[in-house]
């Protein structure tokens, strides 16, 4: 079985690399193509180096750009490479522009494709990742989902329930695998920094970021707690400048991107998180560390209704509220099902019994055709 597995920004690095180590223990031929979406060596390289993923086998050299012009450039490199390496499969992760770039690529070549993360819905559609989530899932044939809430949402939008699979969350996978090397760091005596004694901090949501004055109120509430809880803030390079150009206190310290056993060594200590990323929502349910999403709404309900994850929004008042509750109240310590460390076993399962099982139906094939899903509105 041959498997073109795609990864191209910092979380599908962290989301591909226990994938592709199932599916080579079953003796797939994985071929690994990096879109460089992400292409710093503090948003790329050191993932692969401190996860031990391989090199990949092919890189796309898209880069950055607006979404036409990024989702173009990963198209129009992926297709001809598709096609010369012509796979049983084609795997996706997450909700990037290279995740729908090329699935898209591969559901016009007619190639099965799974979707690992599928379901997930922040009913948001101003954001971009909800339109590649709900894209990517449109053209999937395999919908690998990560909790029940996205399992609920794809049977909803009318997707053959022998699409769906209940397979578990594969950054908890990387999590667990990893999360001993990370405490071994010597990150906080680096720092200077206590057990218990910060917050983390991590900012990149265009929503948050890209507005200066969207981002002087969080700023501002960041301020205000800080002066309770000094605040370790790992900068995104999107929102470095503007992050330096806020006007922060010295007790919200900037820091450059970190490698991922430093940053999860980091969170794995903290008093409390404030976020708007999707992969420290989960993390920090696992962690059982308490969680702010700073937006309006989350794609990861589970987090939580069975996690340590408040959505709080950006109103700066209401933020400083639930950081002092939450360090004042603690959250309760609770853990999704199947969020266990064997999501990826349960996918190379999957993928395999799928491949082997050909031909397999495509979502519209007319003599079972599910009704289209539901526009996604906000
Ligand atoms: C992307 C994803 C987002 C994900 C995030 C993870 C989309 C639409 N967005 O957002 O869902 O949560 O990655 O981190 O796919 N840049 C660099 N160096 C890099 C990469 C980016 O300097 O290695 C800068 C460039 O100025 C670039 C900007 O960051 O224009 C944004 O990068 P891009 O990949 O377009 O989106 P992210 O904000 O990183
Ligand atoms: N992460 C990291 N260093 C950082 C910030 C985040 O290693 O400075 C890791 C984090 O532990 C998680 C992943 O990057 O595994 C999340 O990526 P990001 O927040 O960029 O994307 P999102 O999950 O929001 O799509």
Redesign the pocket.
Known sequence: MRVVCVAG???NFVKVTPVVGALTDRGADVVLVHTD????EA??DVFLSELGLRAPDHHLGAG??T?AR?TAAVMVAFEPLLDALGPDVVVVV??????LACALVAAKAGCLLAHVEAGLRSRDWSM??EI?RVATDRLSDVLLAPSPDAVANLEAEGYRSDQIHLVGNVMVDTLLANLDRARERPVLEQLGLQAGSYGLVTL???ANVDDPADLAALASALATISAELPLLLPT???ARAALEAAGLPATVRLLPPLGYLDFIALEASAALVLTD??GVQEETTVLGVPCLTLRDNTERPITVTSGTNTVVGRDQERIVAEARRVLAEGVPRRCPGLWDGKAAERIADVVSATVQRRPWRRPTDVDDLAPSPAPVVG
Do not use: I
């Not at 979406?37 to 710093?40: C, E, K, L, N, T």
């Not at 997450?94 to 995740?99: I, K």
């Open positions: 920004a910092r979380p979406q992400h292409y710093d948003m790329s950055s750009g979404h990024q997450g909700d990037v522009n290279s995740t971009p990742e590649n990149h949501r265009p995104h390079p999107r990323s999707g």
